[in-house]
């Protein structure tokens, strides 16, 4: 699997809607946007969600809904993570709903009230509903897995959505852009040497204005997440190719052996060579 920075679903179905069932290494996903809204349903361990720089974990058997362009990483300890995966876009869902695009859905299990925990668990039935009908690899399951889908997504909109119009806090899209504007830089130069002065001037701000932009709205600093960055491709590498160690690290953008390994151990629990060594032995 990619460790995407701006992922276009690229196979939508014509009423818009992508389900995936994935197995994946487990690992640390960085920040990233897509233009679909997700929803995310674990099927094994428990996942930590990092959405607009709140944390929220979403354990085995729950749901969880992210807006389109909404920023978010995920981080799962699993060696093996599996998880039901769906993507739908709101574009090509206003057939059914006009206004789609101005409701905003606000659906995560530690986020759900007690007037609303029937409703929430009547999505994780749905979710699970897709789950057992992929088990049963039917000619017909995409027809019948859209239905369930659709479903679910009129729930949450019944249920789990409100109008932008009535938000207490809209959404600052210049705030949104620019962060999504440091991500995709970030991900285009994060092998080369990238300075503070250089991310600041992408966007526009001096150094002293980028770094209070990035600990208020990132949560972190901004070197900080570019190692972030470099460190779940390494991961990455470490896992699908044969090259070593070290070239790895290089290729990644690191140059300083002892902090790379301080930051990968802190990042991910382990070192790189037990990751590696963990592949070798599930390999046949």
Known sequence: MQHPFHKTIQSLSPMGILIRFATTPGGY???????ELELLYPLNGEISLLVDGEKHLIPEGALAVIEPCQVHST???????????????????????????LRQI???????????????RELCGFAEALVLLYMKDTPIFIMEAEGIVLQL??????????????????????????????????E???????????????????????????????GMSYLNYLSEVRLSHVYKDLLDTDASVGEIMAAN????????????????GQTPSSVRRGRQGQMP
């Open 153 to 186: 997504l009129a729930r949450l909109l019944r249920h789990f959505s409100v109008s932008t119009a009535n938000l207490s806090a809209p959404v600052d899209m210049t705030t949104m852009a620019r962060i999504r504007s440091v991500i995709t830089y970030t």
């Open 75 to 101: 981080y799962c300890r699993n060696r093996a993570s599996m998880f039901l995966n769906v993507h739908l876009s709101k574009k090509l869902l206003e057939t059914y709903l006009p206004d789609i695009s």
């Open 188 to 218: 285009a130069h994060f092998r080369e040497v990238v300075t503070l002065g250089d991310a600041a001037g992408a966007l526009g701000l001096g150094k002293e204005a980028f770094c209070r932009f990035i600990k208020k709205n990132m």
């Open 253 to 268: 953008g690191f140059t300083n052996q002892k902090l790379f390994n301080r930051q990968f151990k802190a990042l991910y």
């Open 29 to 35: 996903f960085p920040l990233h946007w897509h233009e």
């Open 106 to 120: 606000r659906c995560l299990p530690d986020c759900t009230g007690e007037t609303a925990l029937p409703h929430y």
